[in-house]
């Protein structure tokens, strides 16, 4: 089992892509009044990006090899 | 519902439940059916991360700043999925030298050093009071708030009670026998607590479901939904900032991302999560499931929590205490049994965190402060006490109470400053300076002893200047002017502003320097002198963990003596005598030598197993302590030991390249396999294909022969016969140009050398003209043809001349099958998704489904199987295939015997309007 496998990797990956779509500038461009269905922008923005993340974690880490 | 006895009743019926599940699996684990084995407890007991603080402070957070509470589960998230990297990692160095705790693994990474492990210990406990004191402030002021019911105060003066009265004191000593009875009843070889990570996970099930509760009934109950709420704070002046507030009132970006940082060291490092993500795994294929199932618990407990915020701050705008809005909320629309149901919810927030943490806690003050020192002072003569197993737990009881009390001591000082969040945050950035060390420590093999400790002290150093110092002069326990004009007047040295540094919040201040001087201590010490003896072997072990075969794990770099005797005694004090007797029993078996105890002479085998035994109680350090009063070490040098190292190492590299090249090799000769069977393929194919040419052709030619030889042997012959046979003469020698005309196609199509003059044509005018030039055919076999074509349709891109060959093939390949006199071919052209259709139905006998692919290869044909004569080349179809492909389409047959066959092919359409475009073009 090599330590640096491919799921690792894309996990790696999606670790980079949380720490961009949690920080500035992209919170920036959401950090605006107004509301999505009812939601605030900003606050609709962290759960869905939040919830999405975790559904590709899910994908990457329960995909047979 | 809500009277005092009620309450307490209610309280410690919670307690007693919880202690019966931990009974009933450490039951099941005694007989060896572990409930907890399950990668869906191991997600719940992850989320022992979630305390009061998530229950009760994420809401005041929320109510301060908006987004200020979310950092705190969005770092674990990001931080989780490099657990696959990291933290199996760390999983299998913990399981491979039983690790018993984090100050056990980093003391042991380092050397097993004694030193490092107690720095460790010191840090985490000191670092983990402020946390323990929030849980005890929650617990209390959400007791005191319930109990004023129905009226609702805000629990501000707490802390000023008389001692007697005192709720948090009591709960510090209700939760420290109640730890104690659960993590110390007994002495585990391993530091497993099976039946408190069930407890734990029973409790993270209890606070998820009331925190939904109360936030369900908050935004469907209270107010008519999010959209409502959020409308309304839309609509409030006051709050309406807090729908955007990075920038205002939600602090800037880099404090936000320091959080989301210090979150993620914080999941790691907490003594408690390491304890429950590390010590008490049961299996690392658990670690694939929690990896998202723990983010999406973290994810559910934090949807209601702007609901709540909002919800209590337009319900109490005169500004109550937005720590207790959870209970307060559901308090004053006098919703009694939701009230109840949050207050437990907290309670076990609390008291999970409490315990594990307690526990954890107080296995590494025992192992890796208390022991250390005890063994070593000799007057205590430890080393020839029989049974020391009664005072391993004494230390551990007395760490629990002591940690609590602490806990509380803290609170009572420093706690009532701050808001719920603002406590914990302080012991997220003291755990934090675990990180370097221990993430250094299993991915460089540079990271020394002298560097980790340089790192921890310094980095816990600034850590207690800039956020402790500060809260206990917040709470005038210290000078304020300490923080206004610095130490002794120098303003450079202000905790706050270190060195002039002005404007950050003070975790982000404090991360900052603190990180600096750990990490870069760490670095610093460590390049600057090289690691030892013990400390290149114990870096080896960690950082190759996964490139060690199982079962090497470094025994021959023990050089000394030891009797066996020996040995057995002292892991005998330590796990009884029976335990002890166990595992060399064990160690025989699967060694396959005789009981250890009969050999006078311990090898490096034994010595090393009998450590590692140790180590699973008293931790490595202690551990390594205990045996050198047994054994007579010899000093390997260091050169001897890199030698080894070097030499195993160079191994591992080489068999590894030669699987590699071996693996290569295989997949070299499969692949040259494969290509060798596609070549006897097409050579048999091309005799196939010469024997079958030459065949077709011989037919025609020993006809044509037989008939001119008889012309010229006979010229006495009638006149009609003459002509019959000159007829066939001239059919066959047709048949013969057809048939090479053909096989040239086939020859060209086969080599891409065939020549296509493409244009637009109409394939009416196509289908016309063939019909008519066919028509011979049909009147002489008397088969009736019906067109049906549309009035106009589109042109389509092709080679005209191969496009009626296609046509023709199949107008005559229809009418060939077909008995004369009462046949009738159908050709019909429609337009249909992009593609012109041509479908030509007859009514002959069809073609049976097993011959459907058949018929359009090389030399096949359904007819001379059918009726025993050929009717063709059997190259007709094969070549319309290949052209109508070539033009972009596809030829098909649909059919069922006996009713018929329908042969289709399509063109695809052309864009004219962009042809037309690019004629013109060109024409200019």
């Known amino acids: 089992m090599e330590q640096f496998d491919v799921r690792g990797q894309r996990l790696a990956a999606l670790c980079l892509l949380g720490l961009v779509l949690f920080s500035y500038p992209v919170l920036a461009v959401f950090n605006v009044q107004g509301t999505v269905a009812g939601i605030p922008v900003l606050y609709a923005y962290f759960f869905v990006a939040w919830g999405a993340l975790i559904g590709l974690i899910a994908l990457v880490i329960e995909r047979p090899d | ?113 004694a030193l490092l492990g107690g720095v460790v210990t010191v840090i985490a406990v000191i670092g983990i009071l402020p946390y323990i004191s929030l849980q ?366 002005s404007g950050l919040d003070q975790i982000t201040h404090a991360m900052v320097w603190s990180m600096l001087a750990n990490a870069g201590a760490y670095v610093a010490v460590s390049l600057s002198r090289a690691p030892g003896v013990d400390e290149h072997r114990q870096a080896t072990l960690f950082v190759d963990v996964f490139r060690r075969p199982a079962g090497s794990s470094g025994e021959r770099l023990w050089r000394g003596t030891a009797s066996a005797a020996d040995l057995f005694n002292l892991l005998a004090r330590f796990v009884g005598l029976r335990a002890a007797g166990e595992a060399f029993a064990d160690y025989a078996r699967l060694r396959g030598v005789e009981r250890p105890e009969a050999q006078r002479e311990a090898d490096a085998d034994l010595v090393h197993f009998v450590e590692k035994q140790l180590a699973g109680v008293i931790g490595a350090a202690s551990a390594h302590i205990m045996l050198a009063t047994v054994t007579k070490e010899e000093a390997l040098t260091l050169d001897e030991v890199r030698a080894v190292l070097d030499e195993a190492s160079q191994i591992v590299v080489y068999s590894h390249r030669l699987e590699q090249k071996s693996q290569e090799l295989e997949r070299a000769t499969r692949e040259l396999r494969a290509a060798n069977e596609r070549l006897t393929e097409l050579d048999r194919m091309k005799d196939e294909f010469v024997s079958t040419v030459s065949h077709e052709l011989r037919t025609p030619l020993t006809a044509i022969r037989s008939f001119t030889e008889i012309l010229h042997d006979h010229p006495q012959l009638p006149a009609a016969e003459r002509e019959r046979f000159l007829g066939i003469v001239i059919k066959e020698t047709e048949r013969l140009t057809r048939l090479i005309s053909q096989v040239l196609d086939v020859s060209r199509l086969e080599s891409g050398r065939m020549e296509w003059h493409e244009s637009l044509i109409d394939m009416r005018e196509v289908i016309e003209d063939t019909a008519a030039s066919t028509s011979q055919l049909f009147r002489e076999r008397e088969v009736r043809l019906e067109r049906s074509l549309p009035a106009r349709v589109p042109r389509v891109k092709a080679d005209l001349d191969r496009i009626v060959q296609v046509v023709v093939n199949l107008l005559s390949n229809a009418v060939k099958f077909i008995e004369p006199g009462r046949g009738r071919v159908e050709i019909a052209l429609e337009e249909e998704g992009g593609f012109l259709r041509v479908n030509v139905r007859d009514n002959g006998p069809g073609v049976p489904r097993e011959h459907q692919d058949l018929i359009f290869e090389k030399f ?65």
Request: glycine fraction near 10%; proline fraction near 4%.
């Open chain 2, 1 to 113: 519902m809500l009277v005092p006895w009620v309450i307490i009743f209610v309280s410690f019926a919670y307690l007693g439940l919880l202690f019966a599940i931990a009974y009933y699996a450490d039951q099941r684990a005694d007989a060896g059916r572990s409930v907890i084995a399950s990668p869906y407890i191991y997600s719940l007991s992850l989320a022992v991360y979630a305390t009061a603080w998530t229950f009760y402070g994420s809401v005041g957070r929320a109510a301060e700043n908006g987004v200020g509470f979310l950092p705190i589960y969005i770092g674990p998230t990001l931080m989780i999925a490099l657990w696959w990297i990291v933290m199996r990692k760390i999983l299998r160095i913990s399981k491979q030298n039983r690790i018993t705790s984090l100050a056990d693994f980093i003391a042991s990474r380092y050397g097993k050093s």
């Open chain 2, 136 to 501: 005890l402030k929650a617990v209390s002021a959400s007791f005191t708030t319930v109990l004023q019911y129905p009226e609702i105060v805000v629990p501000a003066s707490v802390g000023a009670a008389p001692l007697l009265g005192d709720t948090a004191l009591w709960v510090a000593l209700i939760l420290a026998a109640f730890t104690i009875l659960f993590g110390t009843r007994h002495l585990d070889a391993a530091e497993h607590h099976e039946g408190m990570v069930a407890a734990i996970a029973f409790e993270s099930l209890v606070k998820l479901v009331a925190f939904l509760a109360v936030g369900v009934w908050v935004s469907w109950g209270l107010y008519s939904g999010f959209g409502d709420i959020f409308a309304r704070v839309a609509a409030n002046a006051d709050l309406q900032p807090m729908l955007a507030p990075f920038g205002g009132v939600g602090g800037d970006y880099s404090s936000w991302i320091w959080l989301t940082i210090l979150s993620m060291f914080a999941i790691m490092f907490l003594p408690r999560q390491f304890q429950v993500t590390v010590i008490e795994n049961k299996d690392e294929g658990h670690l694939r499931k929690a990896i998202w199932l723990f983010p999406l618990y973290m994810l559910a407990i934090n949807v209601f929590v702007l609901p709540i915020a909002f919800g209590g701050l337009l319900h109490f705008p005169g500004g109550a205490d937005a720590d207790s809005f959870v209970l307060t909320l559901p308090m004053s629309q006098k919703q009694e049994l939701l009230a109840l149901v949050v207050f437990i919810g907290g309670l076990s927030a609390a008291t999970g965190m409490v315990i594990v943490e307690t526990i954890a806690l107080s296995t590494m003050v025992c192992n890796d402060l208390v022991m250390p020192v005890l063994l070593r002072m000799r007057a205590l003569r430890l080393n020839e006490r029989r049974d020391l197993t009664g005072l391993l737990l004494g230390i551990r009881r007395g760490a629990i109470v002591l940690i609590l009390l602490l806990g509380y001591l803290y609170f009572k000082i420093a706690g009532e400053a701050y808001a719920l969040v603002s406590i914990g945050l302080i012991s997220f950035a003291a755990v934090a300076q675990f990180a370097p060390a221990a993430l250094g420590g299993i991915f460089w093999k540079g990271g020394t002893r002298r560097g980790a400790l340089a790192g921890l002290v310094s980095g816990f150093a600034v850590w207690f200047y800039t956020l402790l110092l500060p809260a206990f002069a917040r709470s005038e326990w210290l000078p304020l002017g300490l923080l206004e004009h610095g130490p002794f007047g120098i303003e450079l040295l202000r905790p706050l502003a270190l060195f002039g540094v």
């Open chain 2, 860 to 924: 096949r044909q359904a007819g001379d199987r059918l009726t025993g004569k050929p009717q063709g080349s059997g190259l007709g179809l094969y070549i319309s295939r290949r052209i109508v492909e070539h033009s972009g389409g596809r030829l098909w047959v649909e059919s069922r015997p006996g009713e018929g066959a329908c042969f289709s092919f399509t063109l695809p359409l052309v864009d004219e309007a962009a042809l037309g475009k690019a004629a013109l073009g060109k024409a200019a």
